[in-house]
């Protein structure tokens, strides 16, 4: 069983940055790829990103550009790195791998 654990949200003013982890634990051996989630509150949980570790990434357009997937999920470890925060950022930010989800951390990015 994989475990997923999301962490470095908070509290961000417009236009500041954030690096969000996602770190693996359990049968991580069989890993090959993350992806990233977010959902506002009242919205619904919407694809942020993909990351494969082979190389492969897709991100949506309202973060691409801005929005940056690393690190190797099957050694463990995946990272989001947020630049130039926007309010509409303000989200619960999930990682998911292989099926597993995260249980979230929060971004609030303030005007």
């Known amino acids: 069983q994989v475990q997923l654990v999301e962490s470095g949200g908070g509290l961000v003013q417009v236009g500041g940055s954030l690096t969000l982890s996602c770190v693996a634990s359990?049968?991580?051996?069989?890993?090959?790829?993350v992806a990233w989630y977010r959902q506002a509150p009242g919205a619904r949980r919407e694809w942020v990103g993909t990351?494969?570790?082979?190389?492969?990434?897709a991100y949506a357009d309202s973060v691409k550009g801005r929005f940056t997937i690393s690190g190797t999920i099957g050694k463990g470890t995946s990272y989001l790195q947020m630049n130039n925060l926007q309010p509409d950022d303000t989200a619960l930010y999930f990682c998911?791998?292989?099926?597993?989800w995260g249980q979230g951390t929060q971004v609030t990015v303030s005007s």
């Open positions: 990351s494969s570790d082979f190389g492969s990434q």
């Open positions: 359990g049968s991580i051996g069989n890993l090959n790829g």
């Open positions: 998911k791998a292989s099926g597993i």
